[in-house]
T-cell receptor, first 111, second 116 residues
Framework: EDQVTQSPEALRLQEGESSSLNCSYTVSGLRGLFWYRQDPGKGPEFLFTLYSAGEEKEKERLKATLTKKESFLHITAPKPEDSATYLCAVRPSGGYQKVTFGIGTKLQVIP | DAGVIQSPRHEVTEMGQEVTLRCKPISGHDYLFWYRQTMMRGLELLIYFNNNVPIDDSGMPEDRFSAKMPNASFSTLKIQPSEPRDSAVYFC??????????????FGSGTRLTVV
């Protein structure tokens, strides 16, 4: 069974204080790893897809990286508007769509 | 496009009643998913459709849950009879047919279901 574990569960940062969120996964062959952002009362919003170890993707203050066992979401000089829950998800190889999500990391950025 | 549209946004019902959640996916998307989100278990896949056909319903908790997709622009998730443990936020999501690249899912705003 595919598993995704995210840490920490919650993170509180001062504005401008860079940090990283971790996503550890076990999957029977990785087709892709996803990062989503979820604001309170809303559905998750897609951020990135990573496909293979060594790959990196960037969007504004966010950079996602991937190894064979985990992914990191690096947040550089965060702003209060970056406050949200960040979800990691994995899609196994094979001809079917079955994505497993982690519980998420709740990030709070304080001005 | 208005995105994935779910209704109602909130539903409060009494135990034993039938509940129907509705979803309109993004036009042109081939896949539709129903997820349930709770604090303890996070997002759990209940069922997904490809071109209106149910592909995997192994996540449906029990026979009280059923889902249909009569056409490409509409899907329902029904719970009958509802129980307090069904209280959660239910999300519908859709995505394009994948090619070399994987497309992320577009989620609706969810239906918050409370069964009392």
């Amino acid at each position: 069974e595919d598993q995704v574990t995210q840490s920490p569960e919650a993170l509180r940062l001062q504005e401008g204080e860079s940090s990283s969120l971790n996503c550890s996964y076990t999957v029977s062959g990785l087709r892709g790893l996803f990062w989503y952002r979820q604001d309170p009362g809303k559905g998750p919003e897609f951020l990135f897809t990573l496909y293979s170890a060594g790959e990196e993707k960037e969007k504004e203050r966010l950079k996602a990286t991937l190894t064979k066992k985990e992914s990191f979401l690096h947040i550089t000089a965060p702003k209060p508007e970056d406050s949200a829950t960040y979800l990691c998800a994995v899609r196994p190889s094979g001809g079917y769509q079955k994505v497993t999500f982690g519980i998420g990391t709740k990030l709070q950025v304080i001005p | 496009d208005a995105g994935v549209i779910q209704s109602p946004r909130h539903e409060v019902t009494e135990m034993g009643q039938e509940v129907t959640l509705r979803c309109k996916p993004i036009s042109g998307h081939d896949y539709l998913f129903w997820y349930r989100q709770t604090m303890m278990r996070g997002l759990e896949l209940l069922i997904y459709f490809n071109n209106n056909v149910p592909i995997d319903d192994s996540g449906m908790p029990e026979d009280r849950f059923s889902a249909k997709m009569p056409n490409a622009s509409f899907s329902t998730l029904k719970i009958q009879p509802s129980e307090p443990r069904d209280s959660a936020v239910y999300f519908c999501a859709s995505t394009l047919r994948e090619g070399f690249s994987l497309y992320g899912y577009t989620f609706g705003s969810g239906t918050r279901l409370t069964v009392v």
